[in-house]
Structures are given as C-alpha cells and as structure tokens.
Nanobody, 134 residues
Framework: SVRPVESGGGSVQAGESRTLSCLLS????????MGWFRHSPENPEKEREG??????????SYADSVKGRFTISKDRAKSTLTLRMNSLKAEDSASYYC?????????????????????????WGPGTQVTVSA
C-alpha cells in the first residue's frame, strides 16, 4: 500500500500563496491516480471536496472552486505530489489530504473518488491544515 504524508500547511492571509507537498512512500504504481481533497467540518456543504487530481497520463482535473488558482503536479522520481495554491481565500480554509487510488482512473473520476470512506483502493495521509484569514 501507499502511505502519503502531507506537509506545507499553515496560516496565511487572503490573497497569499501556499504550496503543499506530499511524500508517497510505499509501492505507488505509475498507473495510480493521485490528488488532494479537503475537509472542512465547520462547513457541512464542504464536508469533502475533491480539489485536484492527476491521472497516470498526467492529465489534471480541478474543482470549479479552485480552477485557475491551484496547480497540481507530480514528480515520479521523487515520489512527491505538489499542490500550488495561489490567491487563497477564506473559504479555502480546511484540512488538506493527499490521496492515491490504485485504479487507473481519469483525473475527473479520480478527483471525485479520492477520500471517500469505504473505497478499498483509496489511501490518504493524516492531512495538513490550511487557514486563510480574510
């Protein structure tokens, strides 16, 4: 199995940028899709939101709420996944989780599937908190 570990969270002001990194230890096949989802218990409407995902072919998918502001990238050689977040807003505040799915999924399907409890092909890390002050 793959064990993602996130880093890079913290507190920022609205409009600032932040980069999250994820180290993927274990056996991550090139066929895996991977990405980020966020969880905000304070906002029931955003209980789990697939933020961005990238598939085995390198195609990326983004939630409408972050499109144009966030960029996902992966470095196979370093087994890392990165989420660059620009123009952060208060509503971006959440716990961010790096996740992988061992199925060969398109980036759109992957983004919707990551972080859903009960899917045995999913693995995700402990999360990192991002707090954006208005």
């Amino acid at each position: 199995s793959v064990r993602p570990v996130e880093s890079g969270g913290g507190s920022v002001q609205a409009g600032e940028s932040r980069t999250l990194s994820c180290l993927l230890s274990g056996d991550a096949s090139d066929n895996y899709c991977m990405g980020w989802f966020r969880h905000s218990p304070e906002n029931p409407e955003k209980e789990r939101e697939g933020v961005a995902a990238i598939d085995a072919d390198g195609q990326a998918s983004y939630a409408d709420s972050v499109k144009g502001r966030f960029t996902i990238s992966k470095d196979r050689a370093k087994s890392t996944l990165t989420l660059r977040m620009n123009s952060l807003k208060a509503e971006d505040s959440a716990s961010y989780y790096c996740a992988v799915d061992s199925r060969r999924l398109s980036s759109d399907i992957c983004r919707q599937a990551l972080g859903i409890i009960g899917i045995p092909t999913n693995d995700w890390g402990p999360g990192t908190q991002v707090t954006v002050s208005a």
